[in-house]
């Protein structure tokens, strides 16, 4: 068979062609909805890649986040075996000089506080705080030296009927230079084991410590203490102190109810910038 | 798509149609076969349309879309399970002259028994050369391979093609005596 036989048999081969019967409309029209279908199931897909790609990685990403957050604020110094993290922050401040403040001039300006500030503040946190009477000036810094002479660190105290019984609320205000220790010591320092002690930078320079004072209650080691430090970019410090007032009568088996307030809840208020020695 | 676009496919389309649907029928061997591949082809080629009308070659670009299509149709199972070698039906015309419906006869056993039992690439590659008069370099464009590569193809092809054709004539001999005994 020659090439020209292959060509005139392919040719003879469609003889019998049938008719034609391809209609232009209805074949655009199936094109047409065909493409919508294809675009559709493209995007149904895209955003199921994305979704399942945001839900994969975003809990990876705020780990990750965590975690570059606390090895940029750790400190050089070895931290002691129940400090979660530790930051650090130049203590006291550049320009952070103790004012001296006579405690008559400040008391008005605390009475501010407590009802504009503390007393709302605690009562968000779901109990009905008394007044807190009296601030007074209070012993401070590491060398435990009773400072009576200025007012610079003043402590006021309420007790009040909290969810789990008694409890009590230590409020201290450290005026600019006249807190002691610097936050990275601060846990080392009181917080030894097992006591638990965590500090954190904030984004707005301040320095955030949280502490849990543990011992032993009818043979049980449960958290007695807990307190939250907030270290002010001007020097000044807030404390907040939760515990239980009758400690000693309580007894129960789950030792997260014995503080009333919990880390955040005190965080949240050492944080609260309405809360200062001074207007 | 836009309008203008719209039109110039549905121009492409009615012109190209028949022709598309001659050459697959010569890849396949079964006109049912035939206009689903120009159908599934033409589908694929309005896809594309917008890159191919930019190219100005959108005949070739069919032709090759109409030969990937038979080529993936070929490696389906129920493809491969399907036997082309039964009988063939009646159908010949009693009004016209007894040597053209023999003549023709004879053309689509050559398709149907002896073309389909070439390779599928082989028997591409005599389809467009031999019915769509390609040269060797359009064949090679369509069957995205090289010249050598259409050339050794085409002969490995013919060679393929005349040893089915010898087979189907001795059967058919072979039929015939068996007939006059």
Same mark, same amino acid.
């Given at each position: 068979?020659?090439?020209?036989?292959?060509?005139?048999?392919?040719?003879?081969?469609? &003889?019998?062609?049938?008719?034609?019967?391809?209609?232009?409309?209805?074949?655009?029209?199936?094109?047409?909805?065909?493409?919508?279908?294809?675009?559709?199931? @493209?995007?149904?897909?895209?955003?199921?890649?994305?979704?399942?790609?945001? =839900? @994969?990685?975003?809990? %990876?990403?705020?780990?990750?986040?965590? #975690?570059?957050?606390?090895?940029?604020?750790?400190?050089?110094? %070895?931290?002691? #075996? #129940?400090?979660? !993290?530790?930051?650090?922050?130049?203590?006291? /401040?550049?320009?952070?000089?103790?004012?001296?403040? =006579?405690? @008559?001039? =400040?008391?008005?300006?605390?009475?501010? =506080?407590?009802?504009?500030?503390?007393?709302?503040?605690?009562?968000?946190?779901?109990?009905?705080?008394?007044?807190?009477?009296? &601030?007074?000036?209070?012993?401070?810094?590491?060398?435990?030296?009773?400072?009576?002479?200025?007012?610079?660190?003043?402590?006021?105290?309420? +007790?009040?009927?909290?969810?789990? !019984?008694?409890?009590?609320?230590?409020?201290?205000?450290? !005026? /600019?230079?006249? &807190?002691?220790?610097?936050?990275?010591?601060?846990?080392?320092?009181?917080?030894?084991?097992?006591?638990?002690?965590?500090?954190?930078?904030?984004?707005?320079?301040?320095?955030?410590?949280?502490?849990?004072?543990?011992?032993?209650?009818?043979?049980?080691?449960?958290?007695?203490?807990?307190?939250?430090?907030?270290?002010?970019?001007?020097?000044?410090?807030?404390?907040?102190?939760?515990?239980?007032?009758?400690?000693?009568?309580?007894?129960?088996?789950?030792?997260?109810?014995?503080?009333?307030?919990?880390?955040?809840?005190?965080?949240?208020?050492? #944080?609260?910038?309405?809360?200062?020695?001074?207007? | 798509?836009?309008?203008?676009?719209?039109?110039?496919?549905?121009?492409?389309?009615?012109?190209?149609?028949?022709? $598309?649907?001659?050459?697959?029928?010569?890849?396949?061997?079964?006109?049912?076969?035939?206009?689903? $591949?120009?159908?599934?082809?033409?589908?694929? $080629?309005?896809?594309?349309?917008?890159?191919?009308?930019?190219?100005?070659?959108?005949?070739?670009?069919?032709?090759?879309?109409?030969?990937?299509?038979?080529?993936?149709?070929?490696?389906?199972?129920?493809?491969?399970?399907?036997?082309?070698? !039964?009988?063939?039906?009646?159908?010949?015309?009693?009004?016209?002259?007894?040597?053209?419906?023999?003549?023709?006869?004879?053309?689509?056993?050559?398709?149907?028994?002896?073309?389909?039992?070439?390779?599928?690439?082989?028997? @591409? +590659?005599?389809?467009?050369?031999?019915?769509?008069?390609?040269? +060797?370099?359009?064949?090679?464009?369509?069957?995205?391979?090289?010249?050598?590569? +259409?050339?050794?193809?085409?002969?490995?092809?013919?060679?393929?093609?005349?040893?089915?054709?010898?087979?189907?004539?001795?059967?058919?001999?072979?039929?015939?005596?068996?007939?006059?005994?």
């Amino acid at each position: 068979m020659s090439e020209q036989d292959l060509r005139d048999c392919m040719r003879e081969a469609l &003889w019998d062609e049938p008719p034609l019967n391809f209609d232009p409309d209805s074949f655009m029209e199936r094109a047409e909805k065909l493409t919508k279908r294809r675009r559709a199931l @493209a995007s149904v897909g895209v955003a199921t890649a994305l979704i399942i790609a945001t =839900v @994969a990685t975003l809990p %990876a990403a705020i780990m990750a986040n965590r #975690s570059q957050v606390d090895t940029a604020t750790s400190s050089e110094a %070895a931290p002691p #075996s #129940s400090t979660k !993290g530790l930051a650090t922050m130049k203590w006291p /401040p550049n320009g952070a000089t103790r004012q001296n403040h =006579v405690y @008559a001039e =400040v008391q008005p300006h605390l009475l501010v =506080v407590w009802q504009d500030y503390l007393s709302p503040a605690i009562q968000r946190t779901g109990v009905d705080p008394n007044s807190i009477g009296t &601030w007074s000036p209070d012993f401070q810094g590491s060398s435990y030296v009773q400072d009576n002479s200025v007012s610079d660190v003043l402590r006021g105290s309420v +007790v009040y009927s909290g969810p789990t !019984g008694s409890a009590q609320l230590d409020v201290t205000i450290a !005026g /600019p230079g006249a &807190w002691d220790p610097a936050p990275d010591q601060l846990c080392q320092k009181y917080y030894s084991e097992p006591s638990t002690c965590t500090s954190t930078a904030q984004g707005d320079g301040s320095v955030l410590v949280i502490g849990e004072y543990m011992r032993d209650v009818q043979g049980k080691r449960v958290p007695a203490e807990r307190s939250a430090f907030h270290y002010r970019p001007d020097g000044s410090v807030v404390m907040m102190r939760s515990s239980n007032a009758m400690i000693s009568s309580v007894q129960k088996s789950s030792t997260d109810d014995l503080i009333p307030l919990t880390g955040e809840q005190l965080a949240a208020m050492a #944080s609260n910038r309405g809360i200062t020695l001074t207007p | 798509m836009r309008k203008a676009e719209e039109q110039g496919f549905r121009e492409f389309a009615v012109t190209h149609a028949a022709s $598309l649907r001659r050459t697959a029928f010569l890849f396949c061997g079964d006109w049912h076969t035939a206009e689903d $591949l120009m159908q599934q082809s033409l589908m694929k $080629l309005y896809q594309a349309w917008h890159r191919v009308q930019q190219q100005d070659h959108a005949g070739a670009y069919a032709r090759k879309i109409l030969l990937r299509t038979w080529l993936d149709e070929k490696r389906r199972p129920w493809r491969r399970a399907e036997q082309r070698d !039964g009988e063939l039906p009646e159908q010949a015309d009693s009004n016209a002259d007894p040597d053209l419906v023999s003549g023709r006869l004879w053309a689509r056993e050559l398709i149907q028994k002896a073309l389909i039992k070439v390779p599928p690439r082989q028997r @591409a +590659v005599l389809v467009l050369r031999y019915f769509e008069d390609l040269s +060797v370099t359009d064949v090679a464009a369509v069957m995205g391979c090289t010249e050598g590569t +259409v050339k050794s193809q085409t002969a490995r092809g013919l060679v393929a093609l005349r040893a089915a054709v010898d087979a189907l004539e001795n059967n058919g001999s072979t039929m015939e005596s068996e007939v006059a005994s």
